[in-house]
């Protein structure tokens, strides 16, 4: 009797044990599903590792911090030039854009625009073939580009041109010197008009 017993008490241990097993095996899959495991060659780490799609998200990061960088660049020249009292030309400027005005009828102070916009005043500005005050391209127009006053001459001369070809408004005047292939009003043309504005207002001329 005792060794019935004994088995009968063995028996339902097993059972117990095969039972709690049984329940850990069951509950193991939901834990599975429910808990992130490691995803080392998996579907899922295939999916989530996308060189390219890092990447390009890296160039919108860089493309819309440069274009912050460029608005505000352009906002602080707007400010500046718009306020007229900060831009300050330098007499030896003023007076051959005087006289370039004088020969070929050019405003004046389109030209100290076009000389401030393109080399900030600094008559050593060099851009390839581009070079002086005014940037005009010494390989098309060959002078002493290292003279301002010629290089404003030359200047001058080449918007007197290009209104003789029939570009008559600022808008293609300017697209067609700043070399833009087309007459428009663009981002440059309005520049050199806000310029302009500015540098008459402070002459109290506008």
Not at 51 to 56: A, D, Q, V
């Given at each position: ?60 990061e860089y493309n ?119 007459p428009q009003y ?21």
């Amino acid at each position: 009797m005792k060794k019935r017993h004994g088995s009968l008490k063995f028996a339902c241990v097993t059972l117990s044990a095969t039972i709690f097993a049984l329940l850990l095996t069951g509950i193991s899959p939901a834990k599975t599903e429910s808990a992130p495991t490691s995803k080392v060659g998996t579907t899922a780490q295939a999916t989530e590792w996308n060189p390219e799609g890092i990447l390009e998200e890296k160039r919108k990061e860089y493309n819309q911090q440069a274009l912050a960088d460029m608005l505000g660049q352009r906002k602080a020249e707007a400010d500046e030039y718009l306020s007229g009292k900060k831009i300050v030309v330098p007499d030896y400027i003023k007076e051959a854009c005087q006289a370039a005005e004088e020969k070929y009828g050019v405003s004046q102070y389109m030209l100290e625009a076009i000389a401030w916009k393109e080399s900030r005043f600094h008559p050593d500005a060099q851009n390839g073939p581009c070079k002086g005050l005014c940037q005009v391209n010494v390989n098309l127009f060959p002078h002493n580009w290292q003279d301002p006053t010629e290089n404003i001459m030359k200047a001058a001369e080449l918007i007197d041109t290009l209104g003789s070809q029939g570009y008559e408004d600022l808008g293609a005047i300017c697209s067609m010197y700043h070399g833009e292939g087309k007459p428009q009003y663009s981002d440059y043309t309005e520049d050199i008009d806000h310029i302009s504005e500015a540098l008459m207002e402070a002459d109290g001329v506008y």
